[in-house]
């Protein structure tokens, strides 16, 4: 994480409380933050008003008056929380900084000061995000150059049938395919497990193994579980534990809990080099496939409440 729920999370909390301020202030103190940026020096953003917050998959971007916008990457770790002047806060993304805690954080990298004293901190432990500085007009084409797929939640052409194109001939773990954002875009390893599980598919299973009415569930589940995330505005995981809200998440980080659908004990295993969580009893089909990738941990994302599969 961070993944969908939460930079969609983190552009609702900008834009309800930002947008519509003029930048005063911008302290960046991780100049490796801008690496790449085709506008190197964040201060051409002061003065300027914060007009739009926009997001595509994973990538956030804001859009400031007179043509400039910032891009940005939250990756594996970043976190934006926006202090209000009343004190009051709304925290979105990695759980480190803790957000009730004090601010600006040793991982603090940024911080944004708009009108009426607004303040934005953009935080990140593992130091891998990034900020991009450029023309607004220049936006289409670099969200473009990623060759993202379609989004996993809000576009109606991703059904079975559409899966079943995608996942045809592909004899890797179905994991995998939908971690692959040129396939989906926004799907992260939380998200994953949590629409496998909820589908009832093994996330090893290979891809061109699913059938209709399995590609039928996991179209509905997939963009179910990210809805969830995004009500509830991101699953909440600390140190690879899940605290779980309403159940949710069901399976993620919740080895040796009981399945909330039938009560086996949930399993963590690894496909394709990242840890995956799954309920055996639900997502028979371990025992038929070459299971696993290679082992490195990464982090990067229903019909119904998560933990109540569908049958059929």
């Not at 043509?67 to 209000?84: D, E, V, Y």
């Not at 990210?226 to 605290?243: D, E, P, S, T, V």
Request: proline share 9%; charged share 20%.
């Amino acid at each position: 994480m961070p993944e969908l729920p939460e930079v969609e999370t983190a552009r609702r909390n900008i834009g309800r409380d930002v947008v519509g301020r003029r930048l005063d202030a911008v302290t960046v103190r991780l100049p490796k933050l801008l690496r790449d940026s085709p506008i190197p020096d964040p201060g051409v953003l002061v003065g300027r008003e914060l007009l739009a917050a926009h997001r595509r998959a994973k990538l956030l971007w804001l859009d400031f008056s007179d043509g400039l916008s910032l891009m940005m990457h939250l990756k594996l770790a970043g976190q934006i929380a926006i202090f209000r002047p009343d004190g009051t806060r709304a925290v979105a993304g990695h759980p480190v900084p803790a957000p009730a805690g004090p601010y600006p954080h040793k991982v603090t990298h940024a911080d944004l000061l708009f009108t009426g004293g607004t303040l934005v901190h953009y935080s990140d432990v593992r130091q891998f995000g990034w900020w991009r500085i450029m023309p607004t007009e220049d936006i289409a084409g670099t969200v473009a150059g990623f060759g993202f797929g379609p989004e996993a939640v809000g576009d109606a052409t991703v059904t079975g049938p559409w899966l079943r194109e995608r996942f045809a001939r592909r004899g890797v773990p179905v994991k995998t395919v939908l971690l692959d954002q040129r396939v989906l875009a926004g799907l992260g390893n939380i998200y994953v497990d949590e629409a496998l599980h909820a589908a009832g598919i093994h996330p090893a299973r290979p891809a061109a193994s699913l059938a209709g009415p399995e590609l039928d569930r996991l179209a509905e589940t997939i963009p179910g579980s990210l809805a969830w995330g995004i009500a509830q505005g991101g699953a909440k995981i600390i140190h690879q534990r899940a605290y779980p809200v309403d159940g949710f998440p069901a399976v993620h980080a919740r080895e040796g809990e009981p399945c909330p659908a039938c009560g086996t004990a949930i399993t963590k295993t690894r496909v394709g080099g990242r840890g995956t969580y799954l309920c055996p009893t639900c997502q028979p089909g371990a025992s038929a496939v070459p299971a696993i990738g290679p082992s490195r941990e990464s982090g990067d994302e229903i019909s119904g409440k998560p933990g109540d599969r569908q049958a059929g």
